[in-house]
């Protein structure tokens, strides 16, 4: 799994393709503890392998502390997948994340925070 910080020049097509910014139905994947941290999820759109879905995430916890966040979909090491930054957006983060293909089993959305401290903290949704 290797980092997408932004889909500009790295993901060919992902937006020139027709992928709308949170078009499609919205599904609800719930809440996870991430370390001292909680966040929330979800996704816009259907989920396809080998193509991009938005992901808005919400963050309870003291934004100070976040560094970074990324997420992925796919399994806990990433193999095969293409983590993407999560920017500021609104009161959350918002991600373009691609599903990979082929979709492993028991694939799931992971989120990773850095803190300001250098410190990874990894937490899971189930894909619903």
Partial sequence: GHEA???????????AGGHEHHAGE??????TKVGEF???AAYSGTLTPGKAVDVDLALKGERGK????????????????IKAKAAPEGEGYHAEVEAP???PAG????????TSQAQKLLGTLALK
Wanted: avoid cysteine; proline fraction near 4%; aromatic fraction near 4%.
């Fill in 107 to 114: 694939a799931a959305l992971w989120i990773e925070i850095e």
């Fill in 5 to 15: 910080g932004s889909h500009e020049g790295e993901q060919p097509g992902a937006e």
């Fill in 66 to 81: 976040v560094a970074a966040i990324r997420a992925w979909i796919g399994t806990e090491d990433a193999k095969g997948s």
């Fill in 101 to 103: 293909e082929p979709m």
């Fill in 26 to 31: 919205k599904h609800d994947l719930g809440a």
């Fill in 38 to 40: 909680e966040v929330s």
